[in-house]
């Protein structure tokens, strides 16, 4: 994973100790139910429960087509080391497959700072939409 502070001038790079998981509800969520954003004519979305080893986590999605979902909000609870987390993330902009892939090519200023840094706070990669 690379980290790219462009204020600073400065990058890192950082291993995973594990793998990312795959973007999809994971077989022992429980679902919360289906319900609908917004006003007349919003997205109707549905909701599920994800328990993690220190992060529980409420993941909404809407469906696109059948098997196939977008996430629209997490909510995200627990503990890292000695802090208590409270995280709410909103989607939004998301479309299937990857229509520019240079988002994945390395910043210039990454190849010669290589040093491993420690995040402010690891979640034990709890996180379902991207395996963080």
Request: glycine content about 10%.
């Given at each position: 994973?690379?980290?790219d ?5 400065k ?9 990312f ?19 007349e004519?919003?997205y109707?979305?549905?909701s ?8 529980n986590?409420?993941?909404?999605v ?9 996430p ?7 503990q890292a ?16 497959g990857?229509?520019?892939?240079t ?6 200023d ?23």
């Amino acid at each position: 994973m690379y980290v790219d502070n462009y204020e600073k001038g400065k990058c890192w790079k950082k291993k995973l100790e594990r793998e990312f998981r795959k973007a999809c509800i994971p077989r022992d969520a429980k679902s919360l139910g289906d319900y609908y954003l917004g006003l007349e004519g919003g997205y109707k979305v549905s909701s599920y429960n994800i328990k993690g080893e220190r992060m529980n986590s409420i993941l909404t999605v809407q469906t696109m087509m059948k098997d196939v979902c977008a996430p629209i909000g997490e909510i995200s609870m627990g503990q890292a080391g000695r802090y208590d987390i409270l995280k709410n993330v909103g989607y939004s902009g998301i479309t299937p497959g990857i229509k520019n892939d240079t988002v994945f090519d390395v910043p210039k200023d990454c190849t010669d700072d290589w040093k491993d840094f420690d995040l402010p706070i690891d979640v034990d990669r709890q996180d379902y939409i991207f395996g963080l």
